[in-house]
């Protein structure tokens, strides 16, 4: 439990994204990375999401937050992941 960052649920209520950001999925590939210590899996899972999908593709409009049953602040978390996604 420890190594799960983002406290997601993947319910999808923050979908779609006005961006086209693919919010749950980015959020499952960074906590998978993290869970599993595995960055080359990681990235090649970040590497086959759709064109402008990840994280760095994020506005920072809000409006997944408006949906969020976790109040999670997801542009925040979506800054973060676009900053990890360059080390990958």
């Given amino acids: 439990r420890k190594r799960i960052l983002v406290p ?9 994204c006005p961006a086209g950001v693919h919010i749950p999925d980015v959020f499952t590939i960074y906590n998978d990375a993290s869970i599993y210590q595995n960055k080359e899996g990681a990235k090649r ?19 997944c937050m408006e949906h969020c049953p976790q109040s999670l602040q997801i542009p ?13």
């Fill in 8 to 16: 997601c649920t993947g319910c999808r209520y923050c979908m779609p």
């Fill in 45 to 63: 899972q970040y590497d086959n999401l759709d064109e402008g999908a990840g994280a760095e593709s994020c506005i920072a409009c809000g409006a």
């Fill in 76 to 88: 925040d978390f979506m800054k973060d992941i676009a900053a990890w996604a360059k080390t990958l």
